[in-house]
């Protein structure tokens, strides 16, 4: 069997599977785009042992996400971002964590100065 990897990608990874076809209402047109990746990999088995022959496999993933989209008006194209609300969110987190931490060491090192100075 002959499987055409190249072809099925192609086919999969397009912004239409993911957002649908451009739109165009009352004069403005709009073109939806994603970020598209994947990866792919493959095994082996063994040839000699207790149980030659054994083994093999092989997979390929593929995700999307949406970037923005293009909006043309009167002959004016402006770029509009998709906004990530959780990656947003995931960074405020990362980012307090981050604060604090360096909070605690800072008044860590002003206790321990202190007490060394009373002695």
């Given at each position: 069997m002959?499987?055409?990897v190249?072809?099925?990608?192609k086919?999969?990874?397009?912004?239409r599977?993911?957002?649908?076809?451009?739109?165009v209402?009352d004069?403005?047109?709009?073109?939806?785009?994603?970020?598209?990746?994947?990866?792919g990999?493959?095994g082996?088995?063994?040839?000699e042992?207790?149980?030659?022959?054994?083994?093999?496999?092989?997979?390929?993933?593929?995700?999307?996400?949406?970037a923005?989209?293009?909006?043309?008006?009167d002959?004016?194209?402006?770029?509009?971002?998709?906004v990530?609300i959780?990656?947003?969110?995931?960074?405020?987190?990362?980012?307090?964590?981050?604060?604090?931490l360096?909070?605690?060491?800072?008044?860590?090192?002003?206790?321990?100065?202190r007490?060394?100075?009373?002695?």
């Amino acid at each position: 069997m002959d499987i055409d990897v190249s072809g099925t990608v192609k086919d999969v990874a397009t912004v239409r599977r993911v957002f649908g076809e451009p739109t165009v209402q009352d004069g403005v047109t709009v073109i939806p785009v994603a970020r598209i990746g994947g990866g792919g990999g493959a095994g082996s088995g063994k040839q000699e042992g207790e149980r030659p022959g054994e083994g093999a496999g092989g997979g390929f993933g593929l995700g999307a996400s949406p970037a923005g989209v293009y909006v043309i008006k009167d002959g004016d194209v402006r770029w509009r971002p998709a906004v990530d609300i959780n990656k947003i969110i995931a960074g405020g987190q990362v980012v307090a964590v981050v604060a604090l931490l360096t909070v605690r060491a800072v008044a860590r090192m002003r206790l321990a100065a202190r007490g060394r100075r009373r002695h």
